[in-house]
C-alpha cells in the first residue's frame, strides 16, 4: 500500500491548522434540530466536509438519494438513528457508523422520542451549506424547482 503523492512539497511546514471549540453555537437551527458546520469544503480546501447534525425527537430526514459525487459518512454521537443502507434501515446507536460510497443509496431519519446527535462526513468536500439551509424552502415549493436545486446539490432522489 502506498500513500497519495504529496501535495505540500515544503520542508518546514506551515501555521494552517483549524480549531472549532465544543461550545461553537450551531450555524443552522431548525425546528427538527441544528446543524454544526464543524469543517466545510472552504475550509479544508475541499477536502472533506464535517457537520454536526442534532435531530429532535420524531425529525424526519431526508427520503431514499444518492450522490454522483460524494459519499457519505454517518457517525452516531448519541441516541438512536434509523439509517437506510440500501437494502434495509438499521438502528444506529452511539458509536455505530456507516459509510456510503458514491452511487450508494441512502436515507435516514429519527423515528424515536429521544433527541439523536451523529456527525455527516462528505468526500470530497462540496459546499452542502446552502443545501442545508435551503433545502426545506423549496421542498415547500416542490415540483422542478426543487429538483433541479436537488440536482444542483448532487442529491438524486428516488
Given at each position: 500500500m502506498s500513500y497519495p503523492e504529496p501535495r505540500y512539497l515544503?520542508?518546514?511546514?506551515?501555521?494552517n491548522a483549524?480549531?472549532?471549540?465544543?461550545?461553537?453555537?450551531?450555524?443552522?437551527?431548525?425546528?427538527?434540530?441544528a446543524t454544526h458546520y464543524v469543517a466545510?469544503?472552504?475550509?479544508?480546501?475541499?477536502?472533506?466536509g464535517l457537520y454536526k447534525v442534532d435531530?429532535?425527537?420524531?425529525?424526519p430526514g431526508p427520503k431514499t438519494h444518492f450522490h454522483r459525487s460524494i459519499s457519505e459518512s454517518f457517525y452516531v454521537l448519541s441516541g438512536e438513528v434509523s439509517l437506510y443502507d440500501g437494502e434495509r434501515w438499521?438502528?444506529?446507536r452511539q458509536g455505530d457508523f456507516l459509510y456510503v460510497p458514491?452511487?450508494?443509496?441512502?436515507?435516514?431519519?429519527?423515528?424515536?422520542?429521544d433527541p439523536v446527535s451523529m456527525l455527516l462526513l462528505f468526500a470530497p468536500g462540496a459546499p452542502r451549506e446552502e443545501y442545508f439551509e435551503r433545502?426545506?424552502?423549496?421542498?415547500?415549493?416542490g415540483g422542478e424547482e426543487l429538483r433541479e436545486f436537488q440536482v444542483?446539490?448532487?442529491?438524486y432522489f428516488i
Open positions: 515544503g520542508e518546514k511546514g506551515e501555521v483549524l480549531f472549532r471549540g465544543a461550545g461553537t453555537p450551531p450555524d443552522l437551527v431548525s425546528p427538527n434540530g466545510t469544503h472552504e475550509s479544508t480546501g475541499g477536502e472533506f435531530m429532535g425527537p420524531k425529525a438499521i438502528t444506529g458514491v452511487g450508494g443509496l441512502h436515507a435516514f431519519k429519527n423515528d424515536s422520542d433545502v426545506a424552502e423549496f421542498a415547500q415549493r444542483r446539490h448532487d442529491s
